[in-house]
């Protein structure tokens, strides 16, 4: 009689294991109702090769495509249409995948096949896994050829030399406003702007695994701007060091276990930092807005952007007058910025962004009204508009 129990026991435990042998279902009710895993795994890689074929389709062509540009002379690299198509496949979308999965996979599938055409060569105010590094990356894609420069004037002279096909630089941050040194050389360029990027700058402090307490934090001066509110009350005990880049100070960061650094999450990953804490800026819609610059104007897209520079006489009413003519024609000014005239002391000139392209009827309008009452008036470009 004692064996009863253990039996009964012995008899449960094999149909325990014997239920867990069998295939577990799907209980979620997608790809075919009650599918095994492995029979799901079969359906994901039936999708696979069909996509695989769809994308070498699609490559072929952009092939064909490429050629009629070679042919008419066209820019292989067009950015109005490729917002066209970005947006209609996120007004397409009908999830799961967010809007922003489906931009990020697009714009690498029209990176690749714009490399079948050209590898495009990218300057960007570097050293790499710098935010510029990032906004060029999140234009163009991985496919691109970038190419780091050690200054802002370095991407500009990249462009003009042919070295380079496009170029990225900074020129406002939502916090700390405008980078002038991108502003003054806007000025006698023969380059033109062509896009904007916002990327939104999420701040992430980083050492070493063995690093304990770290005595000082390095960063760009206008990331320790940026997280000015954090760090005072944080780490009021730690000394802060402005270096050149944000991507310099994660490398110095990795050498000195007594230092810290504040750089991008890319930045921490490229140089096995660990991450101490993320998202410290003190704004969080900190965003910065980088500039495309290229040597071909941009036909409309219906959702654009116009930059000026333009000086005026030094009486009194003429800037208000200036503004009159845009407010006259109900155009949006997003951006009025003045910057000294190098050659004139206490002279200035004035930049301007505006909603809408030069070619618009109402633009063409006040600019030709400009025109009249400025001493010099240079349209800088006009280009789609970003969107964070």
């Avoid at 092939?63 to 198509?85: C, F, N």
């Avoid at 009908?94 to 590898?119: K, N, W």
């Avoid at 990032?134 to 691109?144: K, P, T, V």
Wanted: proline content about 5%; charged content about 20%.
């Amino acid at each position: 009689m004692p064996l009863l129990p253990s039996a009964k026991r012995t008899s449960k435990s094999a149909a325990t294991m014997a239920a867990k042998a069998k295939p577990k279902k799907n209980p979620g009710g997608t790809g075919g109702g009650g599918a095994t895993l492995d029979e799901l795994r079969g359906q994901i890689d039936e999708i696979n090769l069909k996509l695989v074929r769809l994308f070498n389709q699609r490559a072929r062509v952009a092939q064909r495509i490429g050629d009629l540009k070679h042919g008419d002379g066209a820019p292989i690299y067009q950015p109005v249409r490729e917002r066209q198509v970005l947006e209609r496949v996120v007004a397409l979308n009908e999830g799961p995948l967010s809007g922003d999965h489906l931009r990020r996979i697009f714009q690498e599938i029209i990176s690749a096949c714009t490399a079948l055409e050209h590898t495009l060569r990218v300057a960007y105010l570097g050293p790499e896994h710098t935010y510029t590094h990032e906004a060029a990356r999140n234009r163009f894609g991985a496919s691109a050829s970038f190419l780091p420069e050690p200054s802002i004037a370095a991407v500009f002279q990249a462009l003009e030399n042919s070295r380079a096909d496009y170029g990225v630089v900074p020129v406002e941050n939502s916090t700390e406003g405008s980078v002038s040194l991108t502003l003054d050389l806007l000025i006698d360029t023969p380059l033109c702007i062509i896009g904007e990027i916002l990327l939104p700058i999420r701040h992430v402090l980083m050492a070493r695994a063995d690093a304990g307490t770290f005595t000082r934090i390095v960063s760009h001066q206008q990331s320790l701007a940026q997280c000015r509110n954090y760090l005072a009350a944080n780490y009021p005990h730690c000394e802060l060091e402005a270096v050149a880049s944000n991507s310099f100070a994660a490398q110095r960061a990795a050498q000195d276990a007594s230092c810290a650094a504040i750089a991008s999450l890319a930045a921490a990953r490229a140089n096995g930092l660990e991450v101490v804490a993320e998202n410290i800026q003190d704004l969080a819609q900190n965003t910065t807005r980088f500039l495309v610059l290229g040597r071909e104007a941009m036909a409309r897209s219906g959702a654009d952007k116009t930059g000026l520079v333009f000086g005026l006489p030094e009486r009194a009413g003429a800037l208000h007058g200036a503004l009159t003519l845009f407010a006259r024609e109900r155009i949006n000014l997003t951006m009025i910025q003045s910057r000294p005239q190098r050659e004139k002391p206490w002279a200035y000139v004035f930049f301007v962004d505006l909603q809408g392209h030069r070619e618009d009827a109402k633009v063409r309008r006040a600019l030709t009204a400009l025109e009249k009452r400025a001493l010099f008036l240079k349209v800088l470009g006009s280009y789609p508009e970003g969107k964070p």
